[in-house]
């Protein structure tokens, strides 16, 4: 665009424009400012600027040198003063339209708006900037105020989430131990059934043996006295006597009849170790003595004891203390016993891959104090890892192949000794060189029982 088109555009705009040279000659103006100094544009024609403004020729040849000479735009204050003698204070904005260079002089544009007016605008303009700061900060406190929302919302979210995790944990826990618990029951109540069952012929061929054994000595005698005054029998006597061999069979038969006896008071022992195991016959909760429920679960882990595809037998040590007997749960305190005790028969069964000593399982119980006792049953064994011994007791974990164990002993053990009986139980391990685990339980249950 040339300096006449920016002109002639000028000329019509609504605002207030005047061009002048560095000198202050006016060269153009437009409507506007004719309108501000109520004049005709025509009667501005050939004037000075300083022939309408009540600057001082030295203050005006300053600012128009200061415009002049700027790259940008120049902010200053004129005062007009209008044809019928009044003045009008105006802010001006002075800026070169046309650089200056020595061949040819400096165009200056000055754009004039009434300075009360640009006051007002001014005020209603930060007016305007203060209320959409308040509603930035509005917004900015409800994103905040929002995020914090979300933010509960989320913790809540994940609050109800874990609850819920944990919730779902113990009723699969639950489930699983009614099951267990089911089982041991069904387990029981077989077990009594067969020792009931079993303990009748036994009892009767134990009181019978005695019997059996008196008679057999009667007729010995009766035998010796016939020999001490028959000495010489008839043939047929002699030939009778010759083929049954008497003199090995009566020393013989004491032997027989003590075998006898030894064995129905083994099966008796077991009948006994096996009802002790079930406990159907008693209440739930029951004075005990717990070296009677630790014997029956050895009873019923005997055929175990046997290493598989080696000649060893796991050795079991029992370093008993004298305890007294204790207010408990004697049937799940037994199923404590059978779970800890399968699992460190578990741990020998591969015993001599990587040990030199004979496998062996050791029990010591001992009184820690009137209020209670102490059970530990350990094994030398490969031992457990210390990343696995805080899984120990969690339910459904298990180092087992899948199909060989369900991760529920330790767990229900953990129930039965802390919930159940308000006791303590821990596991003591490092990693091929055996595991120990400890069990304090109250004698007195009501008293020391933990309340959920």
């Known amino acids: 665009m040339t300096t006449e088109q920016f002109l002639q555009l000028a000329r019509v705009l609504p605002e207030p424009l005047l061009l002048v040279n560095h000198e202050g000659e006016l060269l153009a103006t437009n409507q506007a400012v004719a309108d501000m100094l109520g004049l005709h544009r025509r009667d501005l024609h050939k004037k000075q600027l300083v022939d309408v403004v009540m600057e001082t020729p030295e203050v005006l040849k300053h600012y128009l040198k200061t415009c002049s000479t700027s790259r940008a735009m120049v902010v200053g204050t004129l005062t007009l003063r209008h044809n019928d003698g009044k003045t009008l204070i105006c802010r001006s904005q002075g800026a070169v339209i046309q650089p200056w260079s020595p061949e040819s002089a400096a165009l200056i544009l000055l754009r004039l708006e009434n300075k009360a007016v640009a006051n007002s605008n001014f005020t209603l303009l930060n007016k305007k900037i203060n209320e959409l700061g308040q509603e930035i900060q509005r917004r900015q406190q409800v994103e905040v105020a929002l995020a914090k929302v979300n933010e509960e919302l989320e913790q809540r979210v994940e609050e109800r989430t874990i609850a819920l995790q944990e919730t779902l944990k113990e009723l699969q826990l639950t489930q699983s131990q009614l099951i267990q618990a089911e089982k041991m029951s069904g387990l029981g109540q077989i077990v009594a059934g067969v020792a009931h069952e079993i303990n009748n012929p036994v009892s009767f061929i134990l009181g019978n043996i005695m019997h059996a054994q008196q008679y057999m000595n009667n007729l010995l005698q009766l035998v010796e006295v016939y020999q001490k005054y028959l000495p010489h029998p008839p043939l047929e006597v002699e030939e009778l006597l010759e083929s049954t061999d008497l003199d090995f069979i009566i020393p013989d038969l004491n032997k027989v009849f003590c075998s006898m006896k030894v064995g129905a008071e083994r099966i008796q ?184």
């Open 269 to 452: 022992e077991i009948v006994k170790s096996l009802r002790n195991f079930a406990r159907l016959d008693e209440a739930s909760v029951k004075k005990v003595d717990i070296h009677e429920g630790i014997d029956s679960s050895l009873m019923l882990l005997n055929h175990r004891l046997q290493i598989k595809h080696e000649s060893l037998k796991i050795q079991v040590i029992k370093n008993y203390g004298q305890l007294p007997k204790i207010n408990c749960y004697p049937e799940q305190l037994n199923q404590v016993f059978i779970n800890i005790i399968s699992n460190a028969i578990d741990a020998l069964e591969d015993f001599s891959e990587f040990v030199q000593e004979s496998p062996t399982i050791t029990i010591h119980t001992k009184l820690i104090d009137s209020h209670w006792i102490e059970i530990t049953i350990a094994d030398n064994g490969v031992g457990i890892s210390e990343k696995i011994q805080s899984k120990l007791f969690d339910p459904f974990f298990t180092t087992k192949p899948v199909g060989q164990g369900t991760g529920l002993g330790l767990s229900i053990s953990y129930q039965i000794i802390v919930k159940k009986h308000g006791g303590k139980l821990n596991c003591y391990s490092t990693s091929k060189q055996g595991a120990k685990f400890v069990m304090q339980i109250p004698v007195n249950l009501f008293s020391n029982i933990k309340k959920d």
